[in-house]
């Protein structure tokens, strides 16, 4: 029982962080149709961000912010270079061109810091009591902090000014431009915003694990899945789908090894695909 | 103040536009008659910059905007109402309105003024400002098209085809929001099917057939003349 | 048409140089390039059948490490399971476990769109390598499988071992014919209509063409090169490794087809050869972090040169 009480916290804390990861690359493919596959790497990037932002601050959360901003400028001026030139051609192209982006990307990361994994120290530690359950105090922040991020990003997609902006290029990039607002500079700042989020899910998660080179790959594949189950551009559906799928494969673990664990997620995909494939979680249009 | 000069336009290899000349005067009512899939709609699409010209110019207020990126071309005071509306439809009528009120050079004040106005024009837009686009009707969406336009304080507007898939006493509405945006001053670059409405409003008329401009004349001649109305589109 | 003709003779006088470069090759060069230029042929013959996905049908898929490791491990089965080793037989057990795993994708094939196709593919091949990774009792793991090297023979009859010169020709043999016989298959009829679905799939549709079938038979050829692609691999290095069945294979193999030319079934091989090359030079200077300028050229070239290395003579090449 304790066990699969620890592993639905698990399951919830690592699809908190998973949403995360997965409403940037929703929000990418819905007002651009560009599926990033360099996504993964960005939050491999932002994870060293902000190991190297730590040292040189001493504070977790302004190296957070630090990382975030560093890997929101960075993605900017990727797209702009590299995917502003590949827009209005074959999709193929643009995931070619990511797919190019999250190589090189990958393995800068494994020439500048090398194969060792980097700790990224906790700011918190100690356990928080339930009963006789005992739950780190950090991942329950992990959750809340990432649930924090998501919804800032609804509400400013709903309020103010840049909100419309975005939702607007979002449905009708044609008309957006009719209307004098400038398509290609949202494109960027969505971009960077949508790879922020990695970012930050990767400062996030890092004192978890270790920070590798390649820490990103895994996440990249299960947030192609939380897009596709959650339902293309739909950002609820995606949140819904990362607890989804965090859950099935905290519970899984309990039963496999934590690597078959991940299949779950896969045959996930493949049910939704074979049932429902506009997603999972969308409702069914009228 | 809005001019095409000899404009060649192409659909990747369909050549649509064969060297259209076009002009409008500031404050006129222009029509552009002709047939389904003579290019009426790809001589609004070059203007705006959403397709771009081959060969040719288009001049706006002395600036060269052929090639253009439309959302420039929208803020140096060109709107556009496209064929089909094509408003945000999840986002609500205020916030459509929004997507052009909220851009730089205005201050609160007359925002609130552009919007009362707005919301005098078409009392219905006030009655739905908080439902969501999608939900209107095709009338209501077609005043919504052109409102959101005129929150750009645009010196032209380019209107597809308002009164299509419109029933027959909404082309009165019409009729009359024309009038008030002539009142205003704005000039008019009017496409439409519905040849008795375009002379009725209209200053000048052009008549378009395969490309290319094959009549241009004031409309009080035309609505004289049915001969020439009869020849080139065959009612 | 003399032009046309003209033109046609061109090709086959390339054809034949490149066969007999090839040829010739494993005598002259050193024992590392011997062993470089079979492994090219290898890598070529796998992205020419996803060339056949992509470039013809114009299905992004990113499966093909799927099929290349199970027709791998399927030889690594045989060769393992049956003594004395019999080439024929691994042949036999790689070409059906790889016709197996396309039968599955040739399912989903037909019922989705472009995107959803490439990630669902993905997903598969990264499916099979959590198996194949984990399931260490029977697929060696992390570790892999090796054994030995069969001849090449007929049981009973005859069995000749292999040199590392016998067995680049073994190879070259099998991606020639292979090659011949794709070009065959994009230049018939059936060909036409693949390419016309990857042009246009709704107008097809519309004409009359049952696509499903069209695509599931797509799919299936492409499967059954990739997976002998997989067996080749298997007898030249005598071992099967799970890395080769994880995605980023596959990328590889479509960056060999667009660096190459998709829709030509040679670019990819000149693809493939391009970018071992590259990875081989830029590693005496970079070592292990080739990927980095490689990848640089990768993403420039899509910006840039789209059509890939020989795709300026896409209409030429498929004459």
Do not use: C
């Amino acid at each position: 029982m304790d066990a699969f009480l620890i592993q639905t916290l698990n399951g919830i804390v690592n699809g908190m962080i998973l949403a995360l990861v997965a409403s940037g690359l929703t929000l990418i493919f819905g007002i651009m149709d560009v599926v990033n596959f360099a996504h993964g790497e960005l939050f491999m990037l932002g994870a060293y961000a902000g190991v190297v932002w730590l040292a040189i601050t001493g504070n977790f959360w302004a190296a957070l912010l630090a990382a975030a901003v560093t890997i929101a400028v960075l993605s900017a001026v990727l797209q702009v270079v590299a995917l502003r030139p590949l827009l209005g051609r074959d999709p193929l192209y643009t995931i070619l061109g990511t797919f190019g982006i999250s190589l090189v990307l990958q393995n800068y990361a494994l020439w500048q810091f090398g194969p060792v994994p980097r700790k990224l120290t906790e700011p918190l530690t100690g356990h928080f009591r339930f009963f006789y359950l005992e739950y780190p105090y950090y991942r329950i922040v992990m959750a809340l902090l990432s649930a924090a991020i998501i919804g800032a990003l609804w509400a400013f997609l709903k309020y103010g000014k840049y909100g419309i902006w975005i939702r607007a290029t979002t449905q009708d990039r044609v008309m957006a431009a009719a209307m004098g607002i400038p398509v290609p500079i949202v494109h960027t700042v969505v971009f960077a915003i949508g790879a922020s989020m990695a970012a930050a899910s990767g400062v996030l998660f890092g004192p978890l694990v270790g920070v590798t080179h390649a820490m990103g790959a895994d996440w990249v594949l299960k947030a192609f899945v939380v897009v596709v189950v959650g339902g293309m551009g739909n950002l609820a559906g995606s949140i819904l789908a990362s607890i989804f799928i965090s859950l099935l494969e905290a519970y899984a673990s309990l039963i496999v090894s934590p690597a078959q664990a991940v299949i779950v997620a896969f045959v996930a995909l493949i049910v939704t695909l074979l049932v429902r494939p506009t997603g999972l979680f969308v409702p069914t249009p009228k | 103040m809005l001019a095409l000069q000899d404009v060649h336009t192409y659909y990747g290899k369909s050549h649509i536009l064969h060297g259209v000349s076009i002009d409008v005067r500031p404050g006129e009512v222009v029509g552009l008659l002709g047939r389904n899939g003579v290019g009426k709609s790809t001589t609004l699409k070059t203007i705006m910059g959403l397709v771009r010209p081959a060969q040719g110019r288009v001049v706006f207020d002395n600036h060269d905007v052929g090639g253009m990126p439309p959302y420039r071309v929208a803020r140096i005071g060109i709107g556009y109402v496209p064929e089909d509306r094509r408003i945000f439809r999840l986002l609500t009528v205020l916030e459509n309105l929004r997507t052009g009120l909220d851009r730089h050079g205005l201050n609160e004040a007359r925002r609130e003024q552009l919007l009362e106005k707005v919301y005098t024009n078409f009392p219905v837009l006030r009655e739905r400002r908080n439902q969501a686009g999608g939900t209107l009707s095709g009338g209501e969406q077609q005043m919504l098209a052109i409102a959101r336009a005129m929150m750009l304080e645009p010196k032209v507007i380019l209107l597809d085809e308002p009164t299509e898939g419109l029933m027959p006493r909404m082309v009165g509405q019409i009729h009359q929001i024309i009038k008030v945006l002539h009142a205003e001053g704005v000039a008019i670059l009017l496409v439409e099917q519905n040849v008795p409405l375009t002379l009725e409003v209209s200053d000048r008329v052009y008549i378009m057939e395969k490309g290319v401009v094959r009549h241009h004349a004031p409309a009080a001649e035309l609505r004289a003349n049915h001969a020439v109305i009869h020849q080139y589109l065959g009612i | 048409m003399p032009a046309a003709r003209t033109d046609n003779r061109g090709y086959w006088i390339g054809f034949a140089v490149v066969l007999a470069l090839l040829f010739v090759a494993p005598l002259v060069l050193p024992e590392f390039w011997r062993r470089f230029t079979t492994e090219i042929l290898i890598w070529g013959l796998l992205a020419m059948s996803s060339d056949i996905l992509i470039g013809y049908t114009g299905m992004v898929s990113f499966g093909h490490s799927a099929f290349f490791g199970l027709g791998m491990y399927g030889a690594a089965a045989a060769l393992l399971t049956v003594r004395p080793p019999n080439l024929w037989l691994a042949l036999l057990y790689g070409l059906v476990a790889a016709a197996v795993i396309a039968a599955f994708v040739a399912f989903f094939s037909t019922r989705l769109r472009e995107i959803y196709f490439a990630i669902t593919t993905l997903v598969f091949s990264q499916i099979f390598y959590v198996i194949i990774f984990t399931w260490t009792e029977v697929t060696g793991g992390e570790n892999g499988l090796t054994f030995r090297q069969p001849a090449l023979g007929v049981p009973g009859l005859f069995a000749i071992p292999f040199t590392p010169v016998t067995l680049h020709w073994f190879v070259l043999a099998v991606v020639t014919i292979s090659y011949l016989l794709l070009r065959r298959i994009t230049q018939s009829p059936f060909g036409m209509v693949l390419q016309s679905i990857r042009e246009n799939e709704p107008r097809t549709r519309a004409i009359g063409y049952a696509v499903e079938r069209y695509k599931i038979v797509a799919v299936m050829l492409s499967g059954l090169f990739a997976g002998l692609a997989g067996v080749l691999y298997a007898v030249q290095n005598k071992f099967a490794a799970p890395d080769f069945v994880f995605f980023l294979i596959s990328g590889e193999v479509v960056i060999f087809n667009v660096l190459g030319g998709m829709g030509t079934l040679v670019g990819p091989v000149a693809g493939a050869a391009f970018f071992l090359l590259l990875r081989e030079g830029f590693s005496r200077f970079f070592t292990e972090y080739y990927l980095i300028p490689v990848g640089i050229i990768f993403v420039l070239m899509v910006i840039f040169m789209p059509q890939g290395l020989l795709g300026v003579w896409r209409r030429q090449l498929n004459r």
